[in-house]
């Protein structure tokens, strides 16, 4: 696994240049305008730039056109300006994005606003003086589809700043998605289409209601006089987004391919002391012989120590990598328990900090169905539903391959030799045994935090206390099992059971009255079923369900608190393909713009029973998906 890692031709120590990150002031506590929020660049102050532009200034100074699609080596980013939009128009923006980012309401009516989100203003540059904090692009390569794909980059998204808002203490990166072309393009053109980008604005924050960890989106921008080839002529959009980190995997592969063994070590100190909390704020050494302790692990350990037996020496690295591995596990187990399938799980699309990113087929399941992709050019099922923990903790198997050096050196790994030359050959195989040791290991911590995460998850959306152990067959793979065998709908069953009273589940006829609620308005579906039989297996379903209820709600099922608690974790309201469908040609064929807010409302407030808005639509939008607009499948084109 890790050999290929120390065959690579070490290269020397570089000196890297730094520049000064560049803060403004705070803002007040009401929030404050997008240009006066306190930003700072210290991604690009902190890791090195594309050796072609050496500073801000000379990509500043570069005719935009200049800047064309080119292997970068030895840099992390290249500093790139958005190119010109022409007439902008602002189409949405999300509520509760500009809260989180401490934006001021109101702010996105101002010109300014609709610039700076349109990549027209540079907010903390002084382009007279040179001086400032400048965009960037990030370089980074891939495993897509399972083979490697070279440098890939952020080939139309170009970051703007980081801003931490003052009330929350977190720090985002603000990020422009369709903003043009950047050393990474390859053979694109830098831009994204308003297709694409209606859905990445509203799924973005519909994860987020949902609270499921994601990147954000700010605002979505139509480019009237872009016009895009892809399968068709379509027109152009901008998606202002934001993230705790937009470093993904992938950041790790290119470095390891081209043996950036000096990045490597460099990249992960910056996560640690500048993407999370800084080297004592990672989980210590899992207690139990196998990494697979389900308990809530103490952090504090302090940078250099080395934790754990001969063979097994966990430094801060190995800390490092667990902390990535840990975050997610518990993504891709919100992802199952609310049945999320991002569609294109490759390396550059796993996130460091473990976030939902870069949505492109993605879908909710409608009918559950395990096997189901919404990428219809996922021939071989890589990326369906079912496949996306085992491809996580691949694509988390190629992060600790790029680690595997500094993982493996265990208690070594600040001796000045091996920070300089790396590992002597005669050292060679230990390194090795000790690294795939310890990913071994992390694999073992991978699986326990997933099903713990799931477990809790499932439990909450059942209305239940407290997870039994034979919940899991019981209640949920039966559960899953009966929903594929009946075609059912994934979460609406959870909402709709979220209505039920337990007094009317006494009996076996009661419960096979109530199990029609959860069929489709054509009737039963699947193959092989009829009536009675579908009824028949949801009431067993239900009998096992209800005794669990009386187990933990007490003698009469506490109806109405059960009820409350799990509608705050059962959706009534999920962006679904087919209303993502509905919305795109409203916006972009009718020229609608109401249905975009008030759709993005509905997925801001998932748990509502009302939005306020025309009650049949609401319903519509919430109830059974038209029989021939389910399980849709997209392209990767965007």
């Known amino acids: 696994m890790l050999s ?138 891939g495993w897509q589809f399972g083979s490697w794909a070279g440098q890939l980059g952020d ?70 006089h872009s016009k895009v080839r892809r399968e068709t002529i379509e027109p152009g959009a901008i998606v202002a987004r934001f993230a705790e980190s937009w470093l993904r995997i992938g950041t790790f592969d290119i470095l390891r391919a081209r043996g950036d063994r000096d990045l490597i070590r460099q990249l992960s100190t910056y996560i640690a002391e500048n993407v999370f909390d800084g080297w004592e704020s990672l989980p210590a050494r899992n207690p139990s012989d196998d990494g697979s302790d389900a308990s809530t692990l103490p952090t504090g350990i302090a940078r250099d120590t080395i934790e754990g037996p001969a063979g097994l020496e966990e430094n801060r690295f190995t800390r490092l990598y667990r902390e990535i591995v840990r975050r997610n596990a518990k993504t891709v187990a919100a992802w199952q328990a609310y049945a999320f399938t991002n569609g294109v799980l490759n390396t550059d699309n796993t996130s460091i900090f473990g976030l939902s990113v870069d949505f492109g087929p993605f879908a909710f399941l409608d009918n559950f169905d395990p096997n189901y992709t919404p990428n219809h050019d996922d021939h071989m099922l890589r990326y369906s539903y079912r496949s996306q923990p085992t491809i996580i903790w691949w694509n988390l198997v190629r992060l600790g391959e790029s680690l595997g050096e500094l993982i493996g050196i265990g208690g070594g790994v600040d001796a000045e030799e091996f920070v300089e030359k790396g590992v002597r050959q005669e050292n060679a195989d230990d390194l090795v045994s000790r690294a795939e040791a310890l990913i071994t290991r992390t694999g073992e911590e991978f699986k326990t935090v ?134 795109i040609k409203r916006v972009e064929k009718g020229g609608e713009r109401e249905i975009l807010d008030r759709v993005m409302h509905m997925a801001l407030h998932p748990f509502e029973e009302r939005w306020g808005w025309d009650e049949k639509e609401e319903e519509r939008f919430c109830g059974d998906v038209p029989k021939f607009d389910r399980a849709m499948q997209c392209s990767c084109s965007s």
């Open 450 to 583: 997933f099903l713990e995460e799931y477990k809790r998850l499932m439990t909450a959306r059942l209305g239940l206390k407290v997870h039994k152990q034979s919940d899991f067959d019981d209640l949920f793979s039966e559960l899953l099992d009966t929903m594929e065998a009946l075609e059912l709908d994934f979460n609406q069953f959870f909402r709709k059971l979220s209505n039920f009273n337990i007094v009317d589940l006494e009996t076996e006829q009661q419960r096979k009255e109530k199990a029609s609620v959860f069929f489709h308005h054509e009737g039963v579906t699947g193959l092989g079923n009829t009536d009675e039989s579908a009824r028949k297996r949801i009431a067993e379903w239900l009998e096992k369900w209800s005794t669990r209820v009386y187990e933990d709600w007490g003698l009469t099922g506490d109806d109405v608190a059960r009820q409350v608690e799990m509608k705050k974790v059962n959706p009534k309201f999920i962006p679904k393909s087919w209303i993502l469908d509905e919305v």
């Open 155 to 224: 080939g139309r998204a170009i970051s703007l700043f980081e801003t931490t808002n003052p009330s929350t203490k977190k720090r985002y990166e603000l990020q422009l998605k369709g903003a043009g072309i950047t050393p990474y393009s390859r053979f694109a053109d830098g831009k994204a289409v308003l297709r694409s980008s209606i859905r990445e604005y509203i799924v973005s924050e519909a994860l987020n209601a949902l609270r499921i960890p994601t990147t954000r989106a700010l605002s979505l921008t139509l480019l009237p």
């Open 4 to 141: 290929r890692l120390l065959s690579r031709p070490l290269i020397p120590r570089m000196r890297l240049a730094q520049m000064a990150a560049h803060v403004s002031n705070g803002s007040p506590p009401g929030g404050t305008s997008l240009a006066d929020l306190p930003k700072s660049w210290t991604f690009t102050s902190s890791l090195p730039p594309d050796s072609k532009f050496p500073t801000p200034d000379a990509s500043h100074k570069t005719p935009r056109g200049d800047i064309e699609p080119r292997q970068v080596k030895g840099a992390l980013f290249t500093w790139v300006r958005p190119e010109e939009a022409k007439e902008p128009e602002l189409l949405g923006v999300s509520p509760a994005a500009m809260r989180d980012l401490g934006i001021k309401e109101g702010d996105e009516k101002t010109e300014e606003f609709k610039q700076a989100v349109a990549g027209n203003q540079l907010l903390g540059w002084d382009a007279e003086k040179g001086e400032g904090g400048y965009p960037w692009a990030q370089c980074y390569g």
